[in-house]
T-cell receptor, first 112, second 113 residues
Framework: NAGVTQTPKFQVLKTGQSMTLQCAQDMNHEYMSWYRQDPGMGLRLIHYSVGAGITDQGEVPNGYNVSRSTTEDFPLRLLSAAPSQTSVYFC???????????FGQGTRLTVV | DAKTTQPPSMDCAEGRAANLPCNHSTISGNEYVYWYRQIHSQGPQYIIHGLKNNETNEMASLIITEDRKSSTLILPHATLRDTAVYYCIVRGNSGGSNYKLTFGKGTLLTVNP
């Protein structure tokens, strides 16, 4: 049981480049979400999904796109990276009812 | 979702109980109290959650006051590996708020040898 898998673990981008952060879970969880964490701060919600084909914005969605074509995968796309998007990104999943969320180990992104 | 207030930092001696407080005075009747922790550079890890009764699992105990306006997470025998940021989160179970975990800045617990 792999849990929540994020790839890549580290990435350096140039300003204006695009990329996709991958997140996959093998627990058949309906709910998946993306957070970013900046130094000295808590996690802030970017986007979330309650099932395949359904996504919604969180607290800080600007500059990010998501899609949910399958239950297992929830990629996060940066269309034109900016230095302000330098952060650590965490993906999480859980069942919809009140249960624990499982987090990936994070992707550390630097935009130069 | 109800807002939570936690002290920014706490210290605890190794082997002693760590008691981490959380105030959530605006909690509503259908909101649960969740605790997560984040060890440096890792993804957050679920610890425990409860609605109104005290809860215990292999990691910790959760004590919720009768009026539900505050709670305490108890690590009975803290070890150096328990050094982490601990987040207290209140989450509803109706409508859109059911889906979101809103993290504050948490409490940095440092366990000292």
């Amino acid at each position: 049981n792999a849990g929540v898998t994020q790839t890549p673990k580290f990435q350096v981008l140039k300003t204006g480049q695009s990329m996709t952060l991958q997140c996959a879970q093998d627990m058949n969880h309906e709910y998946m979400s993306w957070y970013r964490q900046d130094p000295g701060m808590g996690l802030r919600l970017i986007h979330y999904s309650v099932g395949a084909g359904i996504t919604d914005q969180g607290e800080v969605p600007n500059g990010y796109n998501v899609s949910r074509s399958t239950t297992e995968d929830f990629p996060l796309r940066l269309l034109s990276a900016a230095p302000s998007q330098t952060s650590v990104y965490f993906c999480a999943s859980r069942q919809l009812r009140n249960t624990e969320a499982f987090f990936g180990q994070g992707t550390r992104l630097t935009v130069v | 979702d109800a807002k939570t207030t936690q002290p920014p930092s706490m210290d605890c001696a190794e082997g002693r109980a760590a008691n981490l407080p959380c105030n959530h005075s605006t909690i509503s009747g259908n909101e649960y109290v969740y605790w997560y922790r984040q060890i440096h550079s890792q993804g957050p890890q679920y610890i425990i959650h409860g609605l109104k009764n005290n809860e215990t699992n292999e990691m910790a105990s959760l004590i919720i006051t009768e009026d539900r306006k505050s709670s305490t997470l108890i690590l009975p025998h803290a070890t150096l590996r328990d050094t982490a940021v601990y987040y207290c989160i209140v989450r509803g179970n109706s409508g859109g708020s059911n889906y979101k975990l809103t993290f504050g800045k948490g409490t940095l617990l440092t366990v000292n040898p």
